[in-house]
């Protein structure tokens, strides 16, 4: 590649930068930090590893010097860009920090330091960690097909990369930062918000904690009931293939259905290729159900702004008429509900639940005024 600087200018950037973007190659930015380690066998050593997918340092069991035998390990610099030659290509990259301080690491992790303070390692980090990055890492690591790919370090450091003076770096590297911290308390956030809500749940449907009336007085009792009973007679979906998005007419598959939400979120968005018909398209108060496979139990309650859906064959619509769908909805959230799928599901082969064998999930039913509360 050439060793030529090429010039850019970014299309967004904070205005009290000015001037282009230099591309050169990835030595040109860092260079490589070596420190061998001289293995005494009596001696533990602390080991690190890197987790694929930008996730990561985690920590190996210690070893002796004598297990390591005449493996080549090195000491972990406290600040390095570091890189997992074997899984480079799935972004097994991280920057080290004071807390692997006095930690080693194999030949196959590669150490870089910023060059002549040409580089701020997070930016360099978050570089390697989009599509481009990714894109180049793979360049960089030729090889067989599946997961038979090693790094060159030649190809690694011919590699060409678009990067700001090294203030612009930081400035950017800071500010992404921040969005990142921001993201991680939100997700803090909505776990604890939905271990609450599990723990809520399970006492409502439980019926340890109660509703009351508007005046005060209890609720009747509530009354066991069969899922097939408060339901017309539940249906399979279309037995179609899925083709791309005709503009109108949305197919739902187990697959659409999203394991935590139980929103559909389709990646892509597809129809069917046969079968369109109001028989198989969905309405207020239907909940389908997943009736094979690894997801069988996974629900779904139709929205009316999910537009026109039509449900696919390995799920079962039920149209809930004598109940409030989504109190229903709410019950195939439960642990009770989870165990029950997981005890019918049984089967020589896969997993599976027809129609008849749901229609018989029973449970305890308030009244329609509590149900709604």
């Given amino acids: 590649m050439s060793k030529k600087l090429k010039t850019n200018v970014p299309l967004l950037r904070f205005p009290e930068f000015q001037g282009n973007w230099k591309t050169a190659r990835v030595d040109h930015f860092?260079?490589?930090?070596?420190?061998?380690?001289?293995?005494?066998?009596?001696t533990i050593y602390k080991q690190i590893g890197i987790r694929s997918h930008g996730k990561g340092i985690f920590y190996?069991?210690?070893?002796?010097?004598?297990?390591?035998?005449?493996k080549r390990v090195y000491w972990v610099h406290p600040e390095a860009f570091t890189v997992n030659i074997v899984f480079a290509w799935e972004q097994a990259i991280a920057l080290t920090s004071s807390d692997e301080k006095g930690y080693i690491a194999s030949h196959r992790f590669l150490m870089f330091l910023p060059k002549e303070d040409?580089?701020?390692?997070?930016?360099?980090?978050?570089?390697?960690?989009?599509?481009?990055g990714k894109y180049l890492l793979e360049l960089a690591s030729p090889g067989g097909a599946g997961r038979n790919k090693t790094l060159g370090q030649d190809n690694f450091a011919e590699l060409e990369i678009t990067f700001p003076k090294k203030e612009e770096q930081e400035k950017i590297a800071s500010f992404l930062g921040a969005v990142d911290t921001r993201l991680n308390q939100?997700?803090?956030?909505?776990?604890?918000?939905?271990?609450?809500?599990?723990?809520?749940?399970?006492?409502?449907?439980?019926?340890?904690?109660?509703?009351?009336?508007?005046?005060?007085?209890?609720?009747?009792d509530w009354e066991k009931k069969?899922?097939?009973?408060?339901?017309?007679?539940?249906?399979?979906?279309?037995?179609?293939?899925?083709?791309?998005?005709?503009?109108?007419h949305k197919y739902i598959?187990?697959?659409?259905?999203?394991?935590?939400?139980?929103?559909?979120?389709?990646?892509?968005?597809?129809?069917?290729?046969?079968?369109?018909?109001?028989d198989y398209q969905l309405q207020d108060n239907d909940l389908v159900l997943a009736?094979?496979?690894?997801?069988?139990?996974?629900?779904?309650?139709y929205k009316k702004e999910d537009g026109e859906i039509y449900f696919a064959g390995y799920l079962i619509r039920f149209r809930i008429t004598k109940a409030d769908a989504k109190f229903v909805y709410y019950l195939t959230l439960t642990e009770k509900y989870n165990k029950w799928v997981f005890i019918n599901s049984m089967r020589s082969g896969q997993p599976g639940i027809n129609a008849e064998e749901y229609s018989n999930f029973s449970f305890f039913l308030p009244c329609k005024k509590e149900q709604k509360k």
């Fill in 30 to 42: 860092l260079v490589r930090h070596v420190n061998p380690v001289r293995v005494e066998p009596e």
């Fill in 186 to 220: 939100l997700r803090r956030k909505r776990e604890h918000l939905q271990t609450y809500k599990r723990g809520v749940m399970q006492k409502l449907f439980s019926q340890q904690i109660r509703f009351t009336q508007a005046d005060g007085s209890p609720f009747p």
């Fill in 118 to 132: 040409r580089a701020d390692l997070k930016f360099v980090l978050l570089f390697f960690l989009r599509n481009r």
């Fill in 253 to 278: 598959r187990i697959t659409d259905i999203d394991e935590n939400t139980h929103c559909f979120t389709p990646n892509p968005l597809t129809s069917p290729d046969s079968g369109i018909s109001p």
């Fill in 60 to 70: 190996k069991q210690p070893v002796t010097g004598e297990a390591l035998g005449n």
């Fill in 226 to 248: 069969k899922l097939g009973s408060i339901s017309e007679k539940p249906q399979y979906g279309l037995g179609a293939s899925a083709i791309k998005f005709d503009g109108k």
């Fill in 291 to 301: 009736r094979t496979g690894a997801s069988v139990g996974k629900s779904y309650l």
